[in-house]
């Protein structure tokens, strides 16, 4: 009898800890960030002291012959032990009232609206058995993934409860983790409510040029998808390393030129035929992807929303793009470049005014995760391209005006909404050395808006208007 009470021990204490590290499944979302505590250091101090945890309650079987009743709310209790449970359930009664109250306070402070924002519980939700246990699995028995849709209707203050099937839970000695270090880690996601604020954009003088020009060209629903990038790798197959969604040109590819560019057909309206770009947001619990040698793993998630908006200029009016003019934003690799040439931007709707320029966000209930690309709007006047695909179009300086040899042009900035999982459970594809930080999101844009749209946008945004 004492032998198998020990070995319950064993096999609850492995279950604990398997719980609170994520030790490696195999599948693809045991690179959900989620299940990682932190960087690869700092999961090997856990798994250090969740050993000796284990030796500890090794050492105490008789009080973890009832790990398994703490873990199954279903079985019986004994009588003080419900009573604790009916204790502690009032407290969370008088919690959750509590939590409404700050909730209301909320809302009246940010004025009401439609959308409920109440706070995320904290900005790296607490794992439990159960989230392992439904995105782990054992190399002897598998357990079935979630599907896209599940994972992506889950309410953000959600974390989820529940109890585990003991044999559905795997333990450190039956697999090896393959994301240990893939990234993203726990520590590069924030709650949008820690984030600062900041003024965005400078303050527009009196010879500023204040409209703006909206492209619509949907969200890419025909799928319209490669790992190409035909500015910055011309004529490579893969040239990217991940995934890009494309809204606009219908034929942009790694092949593609001014000339097949210009015949395509497109998904804007009013004939704009510029292709826009930019890396794949995916669902880190969905095993899809497995097999990505970049390792890029997940379900993809299409944007909600797509705003192209081009923007004016706080001190002077602008002048029209040249047709074929091709502009980056942002670094794929700055990570590890540094982030001179950076310019990611992640928020959450209705907290616009904050901007984490290195985190992935986390935000409230009825809130989507933004990704805000800013473009560079300062132009040579000669070239519609550069070695370096920047220095013939850089940012304008700290108050707005453009660098003295460049004049400004309609600013592109892209908005892109997604309704994401619950958690730091969300990834930007990236190069694979890169860790899938999210200092690395980026974009790109080609011009082939015909010349007389391009003068409409000049028109709206220097005589003020919203076109």
Same mark, same amino acid.
């Given at each position: ?12 204490? &492995? ?13 693809? /979302?045991?690179? @959900?960030?989620?299940?990682?505590t ?9 798994q ?89 699995r ?106 890009? @969604?494309?809204?606009? +040109? ?42 990505d ?7 993809v ?6 705003t ?10 602008v ?25 990611a ?12 320029? /290195? ?18 709007s300062?132009w ?15 940012f ?26 619950? &958690? ?19 974009? @790109?844009?080609?011009?082939?808006m ?11 945004? +220097? ?5």
């Open positions: 009898m004492a032998a198998a009470m020990s070995a319950l021990a064993v096999a609850a204490g &492995g279950l604990v800890s398997a719980a609170v590290i994520g030790a490696g499944p195999v599948l693809a /979302d045991h690179c @959900d960030p989620a299940q990682a932190a960087s690869p250091s700092a999961q090997q101090r856990q250090d002291q969740n050993g000796q945890q284990d030796e500890d309650q090794q050492q105490q079987p008789d009080q973890q012959t009832q790990a398994p009743e703490e873990q199954n709310t279903a079985q019986q209790q004994p009588d003080d032990q419900q009573t604790a449970d009916q204790q502690t359930g009032d407290q969370q009664t008088g919690d959750d009232q509590q939590g409404q109250q700050q909730e209301q306070q909320d809302q009246t402070g940010q004025g009401g609206g439609a959308a409920v924002l109440d706070p995320a519980a904290s900005p790296e939700p607490e794992e439990t058995a159960s989230t392992f246990s439904r995105r782990g054992q190399t002897r028995t598998p357990t079935p993934s979630p599907s896209p849709s599940q994972s992506q209707t889950q309410d953000p203050d959600d974390q989820g409860t529940g109890s585990p099937s003991p044999s559905a839970s795997p333990t450190a000695t039956d697999e090896h983790d393959e994301c240990l270090d893939l990234g993203p880690f726990v520590e590069d996601f924030v709650n949008i409510r820690q984030v600062q604020s900041v003024q965005q954009d400078a303050r527009t003088g009196r010879n500023g040029s204040r409209g703006t020009f909206v492209s619509q060209c949907g969200t890419n629903r025909n799928g319209h998808n490669n790992p190409d990038n035909f500015i910055v790798a011309p004529g490579v197959s893969n040239g990217a390393h991940h995934l890009h @969604d494309y809204v606009g +040109n219908l034929s942009t590819d790694g092949f593609s030129t001014d000339e097949s560019l210009a015949a395509a057909g497109t998904t804007c309206r009013q004939g704009d035929l510029s292709t826009y770009f930019w890396p794949v947001l995916r669902d880190r619990k969905v095993d899809v992807n497995t097999d040698p970049d390792g890029n793993v997940g379900q998630l299409r944007a909600r929303s797509v192209l908006q081009f923007r004016g200029n706080a001190t002077s009016r002048v029209a793009m040249p047709r074929f003019l091709r502009l980056i934003t942002g670094d794929a690799k700055a990570a590890t470049n540094g982030t001179a040439n950076a310019r931007g992640w928020s959450c709707t209705g907290f616009q005014n904050r901007i984490s320029p /290195d985190k992935y966000t986390l935000c409230p209930r009825g809130s989507q995760v933004l990704r805000i690309l800013d473009f560079p300062c040579d006047g000669q070239n519609t391209d550069s070695a370096n695909h920047r220095t013939h179009v850089v304008p300086g700290q108050g707005g005006a453009c660098p003295q040899g460049t004049r400004a042009i309609p600013a592109l900035r892209m908005t892109l909404a997604y309704t994401v999982p619950a &958690g730091p459970s969300y990834a930007v594809d990236a190069f694979p050395e890169q860790k899938h930080n999210p200092v690395t999101d980026h974009a @790109d844009f080609a011009n082939v015909p010349d007389r749209l391009m003068q409409s946008v000049v028109s709206c945004i +220097n005589r003020g208007r919203r076109c």
